[in-house]
């Protein structure tokens, strides 16, 4: 296997419910991406009872994939690693992945998920036994859309309203550096 000259982190930057980790999939699907997903890891780390949905906990969960982030890019195991789970709502939580990627060597991506309040509504109102994070909800939507800060950094917007089959093309071009227009 050929190693990757160059790793590239990637935030998956919204709101519950807006495509973010159906877009991960979809985009990993055509790259030399890894996933590290912070809902998988805290369901891994903090099974059943165990899940208290707390920042303390949610930070626990971050330090793991950031030190997987770290680990893989060392060693160059895929050209993109892929941060999903995390709504990347403040500065802070962005700063803190972009700080690292930058000590590792890494570049970086934000993608910022959007969708319309009505299909992100719809889509937490259904049960869905298979997503680990069992506080989705339209009110988590509403409590994290009312304090969500701007991102400062460039970005590429990606709106799931329609689904995401016509946007893959616009997120790859994106990751693979072929397209500035729609950045932020």
Known sequence: MMLPSTITWVLFAGLPGTGKSTLARALAARLDAAILDKDQVRSALFPGPLTDYTQEQDQVCIRAILEAARYLTERRRAAYIFFDG?????????????????????????????????????????????????????ELYRRIKDRFEPILQPNLEIDTTAGIEDRLMAALDYLEGRQAGGLR
Do not use: M, Y
């Open 86 to 138: 995390r709504t990347f709502s403040t500065r802070k939580q962005i700063e803190e992945v972009l700080g690292l990627a930058a000590i590792s060597g890494a570049d970086w991506r934000i993608l910022h998920v959007t969708c319309a309040d009505v299909v992100a509504d719809q889509r937490l109102s259904r049960s869905d036994p298979a997503h680990p994070a069992k506080n989705r909800d339209p």
